[in-house]
């Protein structure tokens, strides 16, 4: 089965901060993966850098078969959206007015 998303020593450094320090990673087409950590841990800067609105300081990144570091893709194109996450906000959040259709 093919990779949906690769990384190969994924490095960010802002600075003298590492927000992400060598990750490497292979998520399988098809598979449910979920980045868990504190904050500060670099979740958000990985996504980044998957979805081209960041670029990584080395290492590769590569999702569906394009490799950010080597090709010149448009910011976000491998963003996606999951249809049900309002549903699972709602779940998440009692009594929120948006989740109730108030």
Partial sequence: ???????QELTKRFRSVHA?????????????YALVGPNGAGKTT???ILMNLLGATSGEAEVLGMDFSTSSIPAGIASWRMPWSNN????LQEKSKRCHGA
């Fill in 1 to 7: 089965m093919t990779a949906a998303i690769r990384t």
């Fill in 88 to 91: 699972l906000n709602c779940h």
């Fill in 46 to 48: 990985g996504i980044k």
């Fill in 20 to 32: 992400l320090d060598r990750v490497t990673l292979e998520v399988q087409q098809g598979a449910i």
